[in-house]
């Protein structure tokens, strides 16, 4: 294709960024709606609250596991052939996740999902990075996490009906397939990086085009993986990314059982937690990441942890008063749907694009951790006390000391990686 053909079209850095808009619209209707299919799957198969944390944990460990490597076969293989073979596996394991009948075949077919969910965040996030220029990043990130908050929303109400007309297990078939369909889409219209089709990326003013450059060498990759353990930055953003995951997923994770069980409400307004939390998403990721574009990762992602915190202490004082616990989720759902692409987007930001997915993938792994302990603890204090409520106070402390970490997290010298 010649460059006057190319200057007709749409850049190519937009396909990419709808394309993975569905692969998140539906990985993340997978993942997240696991919290709204809870309280009927504990109804049916009789889960404790801490076999449905470990079920979820067993989506965690291999997610965090698989997305290290997901992150490196992403730098070495590029994105389009990572995020097509991973899809195989996230859809299959879905559609498994409808046939299950105790917890271990739980445990086992959604860590299947797990190692597909590995490729639908870290090279996807990566991919996105590489067609966009430093300054763009944030609204670029914005617009494609609308996917994760879309599909969270969209499930919060959808499941409900599926699970009235047939059952929860239609709702994994129905993704599953999905996932599957998204398998072909991907490989037909990912692009691994601009430079592969002769563009720069968009957004790249016209003083800074310049002809792609050769990659770099293996050597030169080499000592840059080696560097990032012994920057101070990556371990405070790691850590910081640890806590807010695990503050996060106490309260997703048993939100919708939380207001079934705990506070009495019927399962389909219990499960519109999902679709205001989902419809948050939306509104804060079309927000905060283009806010940071301007006033900076660090000081966005500070004020966001502190956000969270505050958020999780007004849906502990709501109780049961609908509309108040209603805009606290909201509230919280917004600096939830925004937190994923500021720590994704400090990956691009504090460290060499050619170990981008390298240390995406590392930062993933923390956040796995922080959600793996989130899950057992909360599920395990509920089951032993009958409430929620240590695991929120729990969540809050856990959300102030992620914006403290960030405090020390020192501002990249301008044009400079790792």
């Known amino acids: 294709?010649?460059?006057?053909?190319?200057?007709?079209?749409?850049?190519?850095?937009?396909?990419?960024?709808?394309?993975?808009?569905?692969?998140?619209?539906?990985?993340?209707?997978?993942?997240?709606?696991?919290?709204?299919?809870?309280?009927?799957?504990?109804?049916?198969?009789?889960?404790?609250?801490?076999?449905?944390?470990?079920?979820?944990?067993?989506?965690?460990?291999?997610?965090?596991?698989?997305?290290?490597?997901?992150?490196?076969?992403?730098?070495?293989?590029?994105?389009?052939?990572?995020?097509?073979?991973?899809?195989?596996?996230?859809?299959?394991?879905?559609?498994?996740?409808?046939?299950?009948?105790?917890?271990?075949?739980?445990?086992?077919?959604?860590?299947?999902?797990?190692?597909?969910?590995?490729?639908?965040?870290?090279?996807?996030?990566?991919?996105?990075?590489?067609?966009?220029?430093?300054?763009?990043?944030?609204?670029?990130?914005?617009?494609?996490?609308?996917?994760?908050?879309l599909g969270f929303a969209t499930m919060g109400k959808f499941y409900p009906i599926v699970v009235?007309?047939?059952?929860?297990?239609?709702?994994?078939?129905?993704?599953?397939?999905?996932?599957?369909?998204?398998?072909?889409?991907?490989?037909?219209?990912?692009?691994?990086?601009?430079?592969?089709?002769?563009?720069?990326?968009?957004?790249?003013?016209?003083?800074?085009?310049?002809?792609?450059?050769?990659?770099?060498?293996?050597?030169?990759?080499?000592?840059?993986?080696?560097?990032?353990?012994?920057?101070?930055?990556?371990?405070?953003?790691?850590?910081?990314?640890?806590?807010?995951?695990?503050?996060?997923?106490?309260?997703?994770?048993?939100?919708?059982?939380?207001?079934?069980y705990e506070l009495g409400f019927v399962y389909g307004k219990a499960s519109s937690l999902a679709t205001i939390h989902g419809l948050g998403q939306i509104a804060g990721v079309l927000t905060v990441p283009i806010l940071s574009d301007h006033i900076g990762r660090r000081l966005t992602i500070l004020f966001s942890n502190i956000c969270i915190a505050v958020s999780i202490a007004c849906i502990i004082l709501s109780g049961s008063n609908e509309i108040s616990l209603f805009v606290s989720v909201g509230f919280l759902g917004a600096f939830f749907g925004s937190t994923f692409p500021m720590y994704g987007a400090c990956g691009g930001d504090y460290f060499r694009k050619e170990v981008m997915g390298t240390v995406i993938g590392a930062l993933t792994l923390f956040y796995g951790c922080g959600a793996i302990f989130a899950n057992r603890f909360g599920g395990y204090i509920r089951d032993i006390t009958g409430s929620f409520f240590i695991p929120f106070i729990a969540a809050i402390a856990a959300a102030l000391c992620a914006a403290l970490l960030f405090f020390f997290v020192k501002y990249p010298k301008e044009g400079s990686g790792s």
């Open 1 to 149: 294709m010649t460059d006057t053909m190319r200057r007709r079209i749409v850049h190519w850095a937009w396909i990419i960024v709808a394309v993975c808009f569905v692969d998140l619209f539906i990985n993340y209707g997978i993942r997240l709606g696991y919290s709204v299919l809870l309280p009927e799957m504990i109804r049916t198969l009789g889960f404790t609250r801490r076999q449905a944390g470990d079920i979820f944990n067993a989506y965690f460990v291999v997610y965090v596991l698989c997305s290290f490597f997901a992150g490196y076969l992403t730098d070495r293989l590029g994105a389009r052939r990572v995020i097509a073979f991973f899809g195989v596996i996230l859809g299959t394991g879905t559609i498994l996740m409808g046939t299950i009948k105790n917890f271990w075949q739980a445990c086992l077919f959604y860590g299947i999902v797990g190692m597909g969910g590995a490729a639908m965040w870290t090279p996807i996030i990566t991919l996105v990075q590489r067609w966009f220029y430093i300054k763009k990043k944030g609204m670029a990130l914005g617009i494609l996490s609308t996917g994760f908050g």
């Open 164 to 260: 009235a007309h047939w059952s929860w297990r239609y709702c994994w078939y129905i993704l599953g397939t999905a996932a599957l369909l998204m398998v072909v889409v991907n490989a037909l219209f990912l692009r691994s990086k601009p430079e592969d089709e002769g563009l720069a990326p968009w957004g790249t003013p016209e003083s800074e085009k310049t002809v792609a450059q050769a990659a770099p060498s293996a050597v030169k990759q080499k000592t840059s993986y080696a560097g990032i353990l012994g920057i101070p930055n990556f371990w405070l953003i790691s850590f910081s990314y640890l806590l807010i995951a695990g503050s996060l997923y106490i309260t997703l994770t048993f939100m919708v059982d939380y207001a079934r």
